[in-house]
């Protein structure tokens, strides 16, 4: 199990992060998600941050700049097409995060 919180995010934090924390949680993952305008809640307890398309990024790096420091930031890159907990989003999350190395 990795020590380390990972947060996910994506716009509303509904379906998308939802979806990949409680996968990844269910993996016994330390997980968390939110949306983008709890972001700065959240961002202060995760050491790896996952977003769902850059544009997330940008938007958080305009905002809150400095709770991006020191974390590892990675993207999947998957658009707001699905719905919670979708069998095709969970194939799709847990491909890309095998791919991005983070999975152990």
Known sequence: M???KILFICRSGVNRSRTASFLLNELGYNTDYTGLSYADEKL???QIV???ES?????VEE???EMLKNKK???LNIPDN???NEPNLRRIILKKIKNLGLLK
Request: aromatic fraction near 30%; charge should be negative.
């Open 2 to 4: 990795i020590k380390d």
């Open 44 to 46: 202060p307890d995760a």
């Open 50 to 52: 996952v977003f769902m």
């Open 55 to 59: 544009d997330h990024i940008k938007f």
């Open 63 to 65: 905002f809150f700049p």
């Open 73 to 75: 930031i990675f993207c």
């Open 82 to 84: 699905y719905e919670f």
